[in-house]
């Protein structure tokens, strides 16, 4: 049987009980838009009021055809490996290229507007859809089953390809990370949902959002914001890494804080693990 997304997840994922009963606070916390260094005044108001950010330019074409190739040749390892194409998870930890990534100095300072100074990036994973993949990455906040606390995290996604409505690209809801904890259920099989948890009646919480990317281009989006992405329909690769920074003060609850690289500023509690930069692979 081929390795999922789940078996490959080095670190343990929160039980539903977990999730319910930690003690965490998982309010959404506004950035100041008069000490934005990079991003626009609007752009962080935007941000505070939706709760995303895109498009962002990040690399050239280029740049994103170097890493598309290098992509390319992993994605093509792990396949033949018998993982699947959503199992590359936690990756800057044995790939030098993603590590470097996650230091791109514009993709550090968009963050730093956003969440501070003191950053870590505490993971990293490929959403690879291959062309007439059948399955979702259904609705879901990604703090409701991360044990952080406070919710600090910011994702970023860097489209790999080309990501439209064609090739089930993300969507999110407009404003949902203001709205608190959303209940979300455990997914039945027959959803085909990539994740564990699923969350109903989007369409009555706020408006959609597509996330429309040109390979290069990244959005930002706040960790308790509403998203997720349809099946992949098409004859197209839709595939984008994402990189989460978090406030370096934020606290781990279990043992994700092993992966976490300090990014820049300070650790002060010397909470994060901060592995050394791999060498190639």
């Not at 990501?163 to 209940?183: L, T, W, Y």
């Not at 027959?190 to 948890?197: A, M």
Request: charged share 25%; proline share 5%; with cysteine.
């Amino acid at each position: 049987m081929a390795k999922t997304f789940f078996d490959s997840l080095q670190k343990t994922l929160l039980s539903e009980q977990e999730m319910k009963t930690l003690d965490r606070d998982l309010s959404f916390r506004p950035a100041s838009p008069g000490q934005a260094q990079t991003l626009t005044p609007e752009q962080v108001g935007a941000f505070n009021r939706d709760g995303f950010l895109l498009p962002l330019p990040l690399l050239d074409s280029h740049q994103i055809g170097e890493c598309r190739n290098h992509w390319d040749r992993l994605l093509e390892t792990t396949l033949a490996a018998g993982s699947d194409s959503y199992s590359l998870h936690d990756v800057h930890v044995t790939d030098e290229k993603v590590y470097d990534l996650m230091f791109h100095p514009q993709l550090v300072a968009y963050v730093k507007d956003l969440i501070g100074s003191d950053i870590v990036c505490w993971g990293t994973h490929c959403f690879c859809k291959l062309p007439h993949d059948d399955r979702q990455v259904a609705w879901h906040q990604d703090a409701y089953y991360w044990p952080f606390t406070p919710s600090r995290t910011v994702t970023a996604w860097l489209a790999i390809d080309d990501a439209d409505r064609e090739n089930a690209c993300m969507q999110f809801i407009k404003g949902s990370h203001r709205i608190g904890v959303i209940p979300h259920r455990v997914s039945h099989d027959d959803e085909k949902n990539v994740l564990r948890v699923t969350v109903d009646g989007v369409d009555t919480i706020g408006e959609i959002a597509d996330v429309t990317l040109r390979a290069g281009q990244i959005s930002l989006h706040a960790d308790m914001m509403l998203h997720g992405s349809g099946p992949n329909t098409s004859d197209r690769r839709r595939c984008g890494l994402t990189f989460r920074f978090v406030d370096a003060n934020v606290v781990d609850l279990r043992d994700w804080s092993a992966f976490g690289v300090l990014i820049c500023g300070e650790d002060r509690r010397g909470h994060w693990g901060n592995p050394a930069r791999p060498g190639r692979i």
